[in-house]
């Protein structure tokens, strides 16, 4: 569709402005990126609500004929001297159909319990976007390679470095020199392990200025390069 589409074009664009270290525009392609992968996810988890809606709604209808088809035929079966044999019959008949009932009911279950999982995995994913951007700690995101995906809104304030300014860039932008290479090795080597790290590291601004020890998260996330 159009959507893929122009998912798939913004991506290979941000490979392309990264690849010439033309940040602003890799900025602005890899926003549309995530914008319409976003879309495209919200809009196949409402066509799969609405799917079990249907269904659901389909299947209670199906129900209620079975019930009312069953009522009725229980109501000819007494007006009527059957025969033992046919007796036992449509009591046979009506255990199968009670059994039925009973898979139909916990697919109904099941169903309203898939749908609370996609609406709560949807709000969970909204909750965690707005604890980031309004996070205390600065956090950055970087590929495997070291390289910053993403800054929220803190890390600006502290270091003074903008989203376009930071993304591509490597988080020793901010090295200050205060802390021995042991410390980065072993931060390095718990992010390319595809582990987050979490500690606090003196750091300077982007004016050189020294902004002291704060607090750092900084997640790995694997890059979108195939």
Known sequence: GV??????????LYKAYKATNRNRQSLEMYE????????INSEQNQQ???RQKYKYEYEKQAIADSLAYASEKLIQVSKLQKSRIQLYAVIFGMILLIG?????????????????????????????????????????????KGEIEYVNPKFTEVTGYNAEEALGNNPRI????????EFYSELWETIVSG?????????LNKRGKNIGS???????EMTMET
């Open 174 to 181: 901010l090295k200050s020199g205060l802390q021995p290479k």
């Open 100 to 144: 039925f009932l009973g898979l139909l009911y916990n697919r109904f279950r099941l169903i309203r319990a898939q749908k609370q999982v996609i609406e709560d995995q949807n709000s969970d994913l909204m909750k965690m976007t707005r604890a980031i951007e309004h996070s205390s700690a600065s956090i950055v995101i970087t590929d495997i």
């Open 32 to 39: 549309l990126y995530v914008s319409t992968r976003d879309s």
């Open 214 to 220: 704060l607090p750092q998260y900084l997640l790995f």
């Open 48 to 50: 799969e609500v609405l």
């Open 3 to 12: 959507a893929e589409e122009t998912m798939e074009a913004a991506q290979a």
């Open 195 to 203: 582990q987050d790290w979490r500690g606090e590291i003196c750091n």
